[in-house]
C-alpha cells in the first residue's frame, strides 16, 4: 500500500518552512553548482559537532577518477567483529559534502557502535554519471580490505546514504551483486531515489513548497547526467533493472511530504516481491531532508526517531 502524508506537516517542520522561506533562498536553477554548493555548505556545516567520538579521521584513498576524501568515525568499542557502515551523502549528486552531513554520521557512529565511513564522492557535472557510482564502488573495495585494520569484519558491510546518497547505496549494491565485488551485507536508504519518480502521485502532491520541489529535481538531473540514454541505466535507476533479487536486506526510511515517498515505497514493494527483507519506516508528518534535522537550529524529535528506528533495524541484523 503507497504511503500516504498526514493532513499537514509536523508543527516543527512548518516552522522551519516558513524561516526557510523568509530567508528568500534563490533556487537552485537560479545559480551555478559552485553557488549552490556554498549555499548548501552554509545552511548545513556547523563549527563545533554535537557529538564527540574516540577518533574522527580524515583520510585520501586511490579513487578511479583520481584521490579520493574519506572520513572515518570511530565510536571506540570492542571488538573486531564490529559491522563497517559506508556512507554516501545526499544533495542531488550535486551539492553536499562529508562536512555537510558530518552530525548525521557521527550520530550513527555514536548510537550503532559501528565505525562509519563517509565518502566524498565525485560531484556532477563536474563528475557526471556514472563517475560518483564508480567512486562509491572503489571505497567499497578499499572498505573491504580496511575493514580488519578498522577492527571491523569485512563480512558485515553496510551501505547507506540519504537521497541521492540513497541513490548510490542502492545502484552501489545493484552494481556489487552483478559484477561479484564485495559482499554487502546491509541498506540502509534514507528517502532514495531509484525510479521514475516523475510518475508518481508523491511528485504532483510535494512537488512544491516542501524543500525540495520539483525545479529542483529537474536541475539536479540536468547537472548528473551527460546523456539522456544514461537516465535508462539501471545502475542510476535500480527500479529500472528487470531483477532485484539477491540484493542485501534492506532498511528504507520515507517521508509524507516529500516528493520522492512514492518511489521509495514503490522500491520496497519491488524488493519484497523478489523475496528481500526490507524494513519500511515512513514519517507521515515530515519531509525530504529530515534525517539530518538533529541538532539546533533545526532539532526534530521525529528525525532523532529515524536514527532509532535505523540503529534498532542495523543491531537487529547483525545479532
Not at 532514495?192 to 511528485?203: D, Q
Request: glycine share 8%; hydrophobic share 35%.
Amino acid at each position: 500500500m503507497t504511503p500516504s502524508s498526514a493532513d499537514e506537516p509536523h508543527p516543527d517542520v512548518q516552522a522551519f518552512l516558513e524561516l526557510y522561506e523568509s530567508i528568500d533562498t534563490p533556487s537552485f536553477d537560479e545559480v551555478s553548482a559552485r553557488e549552490a554548493r556554498e549555499m548548501f555548505d552554509e545552511m548545513q556545516v556547523t563549527e563545533e559537532p554535537d557529538i564527540e567520538l574516540e577518533s574522527v579521521e580524515d583520510r585520501i584513498i586511490d579513487g578511479p577518477h583520481g584521490d579520493l576524501s574519506i572520513r572515518i568515525y570511530d565510536p571506540g568499542t570492542d571488538g573486531d567483529d564490529r559491522p563497517l557502515l559506508l556512507y554516501f551523502h545526499g544533495g542531488g549528486w550535486v551539492i553536499g559534502t562529508i562536512d555537510t552531513h558530518d552530525g548525521a554520521c557521527r550520530k550513527l557512529a555514536a548510537d550503532t557502535g559501528y565505525p562509519v565511513v563517509s565518502v566524498d564522492y565525485g560531484l556532477a557535472p563536474e563528475h557526471p554519471f556514472p563517475e560518483g557510482l564508480e567512486d562509491c564502488y572503489a571505497a567499497l573495495e578499499w572498505a573491504a580490505d580496511a575493514a580488519d585494520d578498522l577492527d571491523a569484519d569485512p563480512e558485515k558491510l553496510v551501505v547507506a546514504g540519504d537521497s541521492a546518497g540513497g541513490n548510490l547505496a542502492a545502484g552501489l549494491s545493484l552494481l556489487a551483486r552483478d559484477r561479484g565485488g564485495p559482499e554487502i551485507a546491509y541498506q540502509l536508504l534514507i528517502y532514495p531515489s531509484t525510479g521514475k519518480v516523475t510518475e508518481t502521485e508523491a511528485y504532483e502532491e510535494n512537488g512544491e513548497g516542501y524543500m525540495l520541489t520539483k525545479d529542483d529535481m529537474a536541475w539536479f538531473r540536468g547537472h548528473l547526467f551527460e546523456s539522456e540514454i544514461d537516465q535508462g541505466n539501471i545502475y542510476a535507476m535500480p527500479q529500472l533493472a528487470y531483477d532485484l533479487s539477491d540484493l542485501p536486506p534492506a532498511t528504507v526510511i520515507t517521508a509524507g511530504f516529500d516528493p520522492l515517498r512514492d518511489d521509495g515505497a514503490n522500491l520496497v514493494e519491488r524488493l519484497e516481491n523478489e523475496g528481500v527483507s526490507v524494513a519500511h519506516h515512513h514519517y507521515d508528518d515530515m519531509i525530504h531532508g529530515f534525517f539530518n534535522m538533529i541538532s539546533e537550529p533545526v532539532n526534530l524529535d521525529r528525525a532523532h526517531e529515524a536514527h532509532d528506528d535505523a540503529v534498532a533495524d542495523l543491531h537487529s541484523a547483525f545479532e
